[in-house]
């Protein structure tokens, strides 16, 4: 099992920078692929960025690419979300997730794939 915080939400500018931090327990973080996941009102849930358990392969939402990097340190238990470029359409809460462990989704990233859930860090964008 692994249980997932995430921390670094705020208020920003449009046009302003954020990373966000996902910190995992457990020791066997290493073996899982870790995805976000935002949520802005009245709006369901959507994938933004995934990397898998290495750190070598990433993933994201046309709606972020190239302004969004995701990574990892498995030796801190923690995967990032540097925000870049940041839009008022970002502004949601934004949660990290994990699939079971050694599972990457063979097509797109969806919360049913998802295993592990946090408790999600609010980030809203001013303009």
């Known amino acids: 099992q692994v249980q997932l915080v995430e921390s670094g939400g705020g208020l920003v500018q449009a046009g302003d920078s954020l990373r966000l931090s996902c910190a995992a327990s457990?020791?066997?973080?290493?073996?899982?692929?870790v995805a976000w996941f935002r949520q802005a009102p009245g709006k369901e849930r959507e994938f933004v960025a995934a990397?898998?358990?290495?750190?070598?392969?990433?993933y994201y939402a046309s709606s972020v690419k190239d302004r969004f990097t995701i990574s990892r340190d498995n030796a801190k238990n923690t995967v990032y979300l540097q925000m870049n470029s940041l839009k008022p359409e970002d502004t949601a809460v934004y949660y990290c997730?994990?699939?079971?462990?050694?599972?990457?989704?063979?097509?797109?990233?969806?919360?049913?794939?998802?295993?592990?859930w946090g408790k999600g860090a609010l980030v809203t964008v001013s303009s």
């Open positions: 457990g020791r066997t973080f290493s073996t899982y692929a």
């Open positions: 990397i898998n358990w290495s750190g070598r392969t990433s």
């Open positions: 997730a994990a699939p079971p462990p050694w599972t990457v989704p063979p097509g797109t990233w969806s919360t049913a794939g998802m295993e592990y």
